[in-house]
């Protein structure tokens, strides 16, 4: 019912949906079918929590053949202990092996990355890496690992920009 809520609202106010899928891996399919069922636009759905839900490419090809946003938001977090499921939480490198393979197959324009600091562990006044994460330690990795600038520009600063503005 909130999915189709979610995707009334959506064509009532243009704003994007961002989903954070149970942890299943057919999860955020099934979900994308009750989005498009209700009448969403998927092409301005973000699937967000794919770091701990999907770890295989080829899904996540399928996801992204869908048209939405796909999310990696726990950037920073990189104990693999994972305590509300029996799964190991990728590190940032693994989390950059999969985004990688999603731009070269051609949907740098539909990635999206965020940390999803929620406890205060997570900030530097705490010992943790902060919010600026991603820019300082990522975004070098990003290009160590063969990003072009262009594809980093996207995922950063075009694609928030895109999906996080009302249509």
């Known amino acids: 019912m909130s999915l189709r809520?979610?995707?009334?609202?959506?064509?009532?106010?243009?704003?994007?949906?961002?989903?954070?899928?149970?942890?299943?891996?057919?999860?955020?399919?099934?979900?994308?079918?009750?989005?498009?069922?209700?009448?969403?636009?998927?092409?301005?759905?973000?699937?967000?929590?794919?770091?701990?839900?999907?770890?295989?490419?080829?899904?996540?090809?399928?996801?992204?053949?869908s048209g939405c946003y796909l999310e990696w938001d726990l950037f920073g977090n990189e104990g693999s202990y994972y305590p509300l499921a029996d799964l190991d939480m990728p590190s940032d490198a693994q989390r950059l092996d999969l985004i990688k393979g999603v731009t070269d197959a051609g949907y740098a324009n539909k990635v999206v990355v965020a940390q999803d600091i929620c406890t205060n562990h997570r900030l530097v006044r705490y010992g943790g890496h902060g919010y600026g994460h991603i820019l300082a330690n990522i975004v070098p990795r990003m290009r160590r690992r063969g990003f072009s600038d262009d594809v980093v520009e996207a995922i950063t600063v075009g694609n928030p920009a895109s999906i996080l503005t009302f249509a």
Do not use: C, K
């Not at 106010?13 to 299943?24: C, D």
């Open 5 to 65: 809520a979610a995707a009334a609202a959506q064509q009532e106010t243009g704003a994007s949906v961002l989903i954070h899928p149970g942890r299943h891996p057919d999860a955020p399919a099934e979900i994308l079918e009750v989005l498009a069922d209700g009448g969403a636009d998927i092409s301005r759905v973000i699937m967000g929590h794919l770091d701990r839900t999907v770890f295989d490419l080829d899904s996540l090809l399928t996801i992204a053949s």
